[in-house]
């Protein structure tokens, strides 16, 4: 069984920072990419921002340079640091990983519960 367990969110005003971390445990082969997903209330949930196995990154248009994706491989965990937050990054935030239960199996997307950031004054 595998888990992601995410972390980090809660209020802050407008121009404050947050860092959310995940982490994935369980039964790991290998983790390719990953990557922090949000969803705002009667919107699509989005791609925020994904990093591969190797430290490539990439990133929705409108959080670039305020946002940064990063992994710790030996711990299984990823991160995202947030600043310079806006309302408009008000959302629920989701944490995604690509996983191999074993050497063999196909590699599968696991979900975090997810977690609450709300950004307001």
């Known amino acids: 069984q595998v888990q992601l367990v995410e972390s980090g969110g809660g209020l802050v005003q407008p121009g404050g920072s947050l860092r959310l971390s995940c982490a994935a445990s369980?039964?790991?082969?290998?983790?390719?990419?990953m990557g922090w997903y949000r969803q705002a209330p009667g919107k699509q949930r989005e791609l925020v921002a994904a990093?591969?196995?190797?430290?490539?990154?990439n990133y929705e248009d409108s959080v670039k340079g305020r946002f940064t994706i990063s992994r710790d491989n030996a711990k299984n965990t990823v991160y995202l640091q947030m600043n310079s937050l806006k309302p408009e990054d008000t959302a629920v935030y989701y944490c995604?990983?690509?996983?191999?239960?074993?050497?063999?199996?196909?590699?599968?997307?696991?979900w975090g519960q997810g977690t609450q950031v709300t950004v307001s004054s």
């Open positions: 990093i591969t196995s190797d430290g490539s990154t």
């Open positions: 995604n990983a690509q996983i191999r239960v074993t050497s063999t199996s196909f590699k599968r997307n696991y």
């Open positions: 369980g039964r790991i082969f290998s983790i390719d990419a």
